[in-house]
């Protein structure tokens, strides 16, 4: 079965630097998706950041970029320039054919002034 | 597009009491997905559809659980009799054949039940 692991349960910075939120998963599966979401205070889940596993090019959203390294399976998500509407809980999950996404328990990211 | 609906955004309730969380996927998705929050289990699937019809139910917790999808704009999730652990944020999310990786979440319903 998948699973997702975030090992970071809970990380602060200080406003304007830059943080790495890590994530490993286990599949057996060549194909998949691989995701970041945001949950911030209010509660609503946003996707941040997506990555196909065909694609070897990382993806990136503005100050938000992924390393993926498919073969160590591990998907880590950079915040540059971090700012205060930053701060959030921030999810890592996977998708196959399964239909289903697979979530991780999360990070809970605090972005200090 | 208005995006997946939830409501109620908040529902407390005693003990016992039925509980009835409603969704509105957004139109043109056929897959409808019931998803439970908690600090200790985190995101949890309860419960998907396609096309209106159940197909796996492995995650709802138990019979006091059920979820019906009547037509495709419309889904329930109903607690009878709830209980204080079924306190938590239900998620409703929805996606379509050909974009399934992409689930779009609805604001949630936070249920209390003292």
């Known amino acids: 079965a998948q699973t997702v692991t975030q090992s970071q349960p809970e990380m602060s910075v200080q406003e304007a630097e830059t943080v790495t939120l890590s994530c490993t998963y286990d599949?057996?599966?060549?194909?998949?998706?691989l995701f970041w979401y945001k949950q911030p205070p209010s509660g609503q889940m946003i996707l941040v950041i997506r990555?196909?596993?065909?694609?070897?090019q990382n993806a990136t959203e503005n100050r938000f970029s992924v390393n993926f390294q498919k073969a160590a399976k591990s998907f880590s998500l950079k915040i540059s320039d971090s700012q205060l509407g930053d701060t959030a809980m921030y999810f890592c999950a996977f998708w196959d054919r399964d239909d289903k996404i697979i979530f991780g328990k999360g990070t809970r990211l605090h972005i200090l002034p | 597009d208005a995006g997946v609906i939830q409501s109620p955004r908040h529902e407390v309730t005693e003990m016992g009491q039925e509980v009835t969380l409603r969704c509105k996927p957004i139109?043109?998705?056929?897959?409808l997905f019931w998803y439970r929050q908690t600090m200790m289990r985190g995101l949890e699937l309860l419960i998907y559809f396609n096309n209106n019809v159940p197909i796996d139910d492995s995650g709802m917790p138990e019979d006091r659980f059920s979820a019906k999808m009547p037509n495709a704009s419309f889904s329930t999730l109903k607690i009878q009799p709830s209980e204080p652990r079924d306190s938590a944020v239900y998620f409703c999310?929805?996606?379509?054949?050909?974009?399934?990786?992409?689930?779009?979440f609805g604001p949630g319903t936070r249920l209390t039940v003292t």
């Open positions: 999310a929805s996606t379509r054949t050909g974009e399934r990786y992409e689930q779009y």
């Open positions: 599949t057996s599966e060549s194909n998949y998706y």
């Open positions: 990555q196909e596993a065909y694609k070897q």
């Open positions: 139109s043109g998705h056929d897959y």
